[in-house]
Nanobody
Framework: QVQLVESGGGLVQTGGSLRLSCALS????????MAWFRQTPGKERDFVAA????????VVADSVKGRFTISRDNAKNTVYLQMNSLEPEDTAVYYC??????????????????WGQGTQVTVSS
């Protein structure tokens, strides 16, 4: 059974940086495409970034392009989201997700079978 545990969220000022981590256990990490989504109260969960199982392909949402970077370390079973130049609009609960596939980096919530518990990111103005 896949388990995902996120860490690294917190409170940061506008313009600051955070790095989120998500560790996968229970299955072979390198078989899974990984992604980050975020959600604010009363709104749908939005795509942030995704990376293919071997890390050869990655995509980020237009809203965070140039500021956020997704990466993975298959030796550590961990995916990262480096967030720079944070803005108050980035405030949300950030969720890690996994989908067992050997190619591609899906963008839709419905593409992912496994989810972490979420980590809160708050950007103060």
């Amino acid at each position: 059974q896949v388990q995902l545990v996120e860490s690294g969220g917190g409170l940061v000022q506008t313009g600051g940086s955070l790095r989120l981590s998500c560790a996968l256990s229970g299955r072979t990490f390198s078989y899974y495409a990984m992604a980050w989504f975020r959600q604010t109260p009363g709104k749908e969960r939005d795509f942030v970034a995704a990376i293919s199982s071997r890390g050869t392909g990655a995509v980020v949402a237009d809203s965070v392009k140039g500021r956020f970077t997704i990466s993975r370390d298959n030796a550590k079973n961990t995916v990262y989201l480096q967030m720079n130049s944070l803005e108050p609009e980035d405030t949300a609960v950030y969720y890690c997700a996994a989908d067992r596939r050997l190619g591609g980096a899906p963008l839709r919530v419905t593409d992912y079978d496994y989810w972490g518990q979420g980590t809160q990111v708050t950007v103060s103005s």
